[in-house]
């Protein structure tokens, strides 16, 4: 299954987060193949004070949604993220969020796909993840049939 991540760090040194968590993703069998640049954010929600490194990684796994999160979950906490019960919005050492997963689409407590707080990060048109002004720097993998895909 083809799908995106959403990758984002406000503690530390986020630019080495980043790259660990690309590393570790990979050995969870949730392989990035192709990643955008890199942007920088203003935190949202209280998760200040430090802005955030964010990147989307385009991603094939054989793991289904729900084992894909456990392994990102695992993997935030493996970078030292921290979640409070009911607390939205703090600082992350390492936030993985799953975009989108195929053409999968989910309404569960855990697990919402396409990711509605990240609609505005998905490029108008095809929903391919997106930095600012719309770079989206990885293809998107779902056939287009205006190519004749």
């Known amino acids: 299954m083809l799908g995106y991540v959403g990758l984002g760090s ?8 980043l790259r660990e968590a690309l ?11 192709a990643v955008s640049s ?9 998760a ?9 990684a385009r ?5 289904s949604p729900e084992a894909a999160l456990d392994a990102l979950q695992g993997i935030e906490r493996a970078h030292g993220r921290e979640r409070t019960p009911g607390v939205r ?3 992350r050492t390492l936030d993985l969020d799953l975009l989108v997963f195929g053409d999968r ?14 609609a505005g990060r998905l490029a108008a048109g095809r ?12 293809n998107d993998p779902r056939p287009d049939p205006q190519r004749g895909e």
């Open 10 to 17: 406000n503690v530390g040194d986020r630019e080495a987060h």
């Open 23 to 33: 590393i570790a993703m990979d050995r969870a069998g949730i392989a990035p193949v």
């Open 38 to 46: 890199v942007w920088e954010t203003e935190p949202v929600d209280g």
């Open 48 to 56: 200040g004070p430090g802005w955030f490194l964010n990147m989307v």
């Open 59 to 63: 991603v094939a796994t054989e793991l």
């Open 89 to 91: 919005g703090e600082p």
């Open 105 to 118: 689409a989910a309404e569960e407590p855990d697990l919402r796909l396409p990711i509605p707080r990240r």
């Open 127 to 138: 929903g391919r993840p997106a930095g600012p002004g719309g770079e989206s720097g990885v």
